[in-house]
């Protein structure tokens, strides 16, 4: 049962410290979504990827926020310094996806991040 | 500018009676649109998706879509809703870019 896998589930930390989530595509799918959700802000898209090459970041703040896919098995999202104001659940997605197409998206169970 | 409004935060429905939460868009083109459901302390789910055909579309747990392309709207509904369907229900649009509503909040009481 192919599934996108999401690391850690929660996560506690305090101002200051950085933070690295992790997300596992499911093989074969070409295109990776990092989105953001609060319950102020809704779902927010932070970042996304197509075959490993960055597409859009316009979502992320520039100074703290950093993502990557050093291979087509793992995506990560890195935050540094983190802040209160970070946290919120963090959810990683991967779809097949190509110029005027796109299959459904399969999200994994997101990373909650609290910054105390 | 391309958007998608979910206009009800929250629909509240007894179990037993059909429901219906809405969708609209402002895209152009033809796009694809989907339905998606967020349990509690879950990732979304797909629940559906039109692209071209038939505009009633049949999906996941029971749960269909009417899409209409005079009124832009695209939706979800089921004729029986069950106390489990109460969840967070997301419509989306992808016309070379994938486009959010904010959310709608069901609840399903008893």
């Known amino acids: 049962d192919a599934r996108v896998t999401q690391t850690p589930r929660h996560k506690v930390t305090e101002m200051g410290q950085e933070v690295t989530m992790r997300c596992q595509p499911i093989l074969g799918h070409n295109t990776v979504f990092w989105y953001r959700q609060t319950m102020m802000q809704g779902l927010e898209l932070l970042a996304y990827f197509r075959n490993r090459a960055p597409l859009d970041d316009s979502g992320m703040p520039k100074d703290r926020f950093s993502a990557e896919m050093p291979d087509a098995t793992l995506a990560t999202l890195k935050i540094q310094p983190s802040e209160p104001r970070d946290s919120a659940v963090y959810f990683c997605?991967?779809?097949?996806?190509?110029?005027?197409?796109?299959?459904?998206?399969?999200f994994g169970e997101g990373s909650r991040l609290t910054v105390l | 500018a391309q958007s998608v409004a979910q206009p009800e935060d929250q629909v509240n429905v007894a179990e037993g009676n059909p429901l219906t939460v809405k969708c609209t868009y402002s895209v152009s083109g033809n796009p694809y649109l989907f339905w998606y459901v967020q349990y509690p302390n879950r990732g979304l789910q797909f629940l559906l998706k039109?692209?071209?055909?038939d505009n009633l579309v049949k999906g996941s747990y029971g749960f269909e879509a009417e899409f209409n392309k005079s009124q832009t709207s695209f939706h979800l509904k089921k004729p029986s809703a069950l106390v489990s369907d109460s969840a967070l229900y997301f419509c989306a649009v992808y016309n070379y870019q994938l486009i959010w509503g904010a959310g709608t909040k069901l609840i399903i009481k008893p």
């Open positions: 997605a991967s779809v097949t996806q190509r110029e005027g197409y796109t299959g459904e998206l399969f």
């Open positions: 039109y692209i071209t055909g």
